[in-house]
């Protein structure tokens, strides 16, 4: 599959629509314009891609909604140069919007067909997180903490402790938290033991599971 004019075209529309639902940073509309979401679908659904919707990719999981995408993007307030870990890397797509905010990706993908498919197609296009491992994202990536940003990208049942240890102080965690649907979260770091709480509305994800060993 190729990137052509006819596709930067649905980008620029896709963006137009992103702006009418009320996403206004203007370097995370710049990502969408610039991302070849289609190569990251399968190429049956090549002609959808640009379509404000989630797909199934491999293992039962979903790209996420460009405007999922564009607003948990928008949440985490990244400055160029911050240490993000990405929970959830899917097809990558996302991964992709916050390395062209240029902050270091961590990532992590349960789903081993997955997390294979993606690391294939990230060194054949030439995407580089700063790591991308094949694990328990549940469990955050402590040998790499503290993080200035963490985003979960499944549904969590509740908020998991251990990614509240790894932020550091003035951090910001974006989860959706629920089990049949989420309300997507903004937790910031105060101090060691503080945190803030803020609430943006319900969401749908696939389930953010935990591997029990
Ligand atoms: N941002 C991705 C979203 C994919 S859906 C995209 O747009 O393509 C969520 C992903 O989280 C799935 O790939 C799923 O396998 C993964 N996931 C679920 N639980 C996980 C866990 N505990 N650790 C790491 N990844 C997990």
Same mark, same amino acid.
């Given at each position: ?73 928008? &949440? $985490? ?7 993000? =870990?990405? /929970?959830?890397? %899917?097809?990558?797509? !996302? ?67 251990? &990614? $509240? ?7 910001? =965690?974006? /989860?959706?938290? %629920?089990?049949?649907? !989420? ?31």
């Amino acid at each position: 599959m190729k990137d052509t004019f006819k596709h930067r075209g649905m980008r620029n529309q896709l963006a137009e629509l992103l702006v009418s639902k009320g996403i206004k940073d203007k370097k995370v509309l710049e990502a969408i314009r610039t991302i070849p979401r289609h190569l990251f679908m399968d190429s049956s659904f090549e002609d959808h891609a640009y379509q404000d919707k989630p797909f199934p990719i491999a293992a039962d999981q979903t790209i996420s909604q460009p405007y999922t995408v564009a607003f948990q993007t928008e &949440l $985490l307030d990244l400055k160029a140069g911050q240490k993000v =870990l990405e /929970i959830g890397t %899917g097809s990558g797509y !996302q991964t992709a919007v916050l390395l062209h905010l240029k902050v270091k990706v961590y990532t992590i993908e349960r789903q081993r067909e997955l997390f294979k498919k993606t690391n294939l197609f990230f060194k054949k296009l030439g995407y580089r997180p700063k790591k991308f491992i094949f694990g328990d994202g549940y469990k955050g990536l402590p040998e790499e903490a503290p993080f200035d940003r963490i985003l979960v990208t499944a549904g969590a049942p509740e908020v998991p402790k251990k &990614l $509240l240890g790894q932020l550091k102080i003035g951090g910001k =965690l974006v /989860i959706p938290v %629920g089990e049949e649907d !989420q309300e997507m979260l903004r937790i910031t770091r105060k101090s060691d033991t503080e945190f803030a709480q803020e609430e943006f509305g319900t969401f749908r994800f696939v389930p953010l599971l935990e591997n029990k060993n």
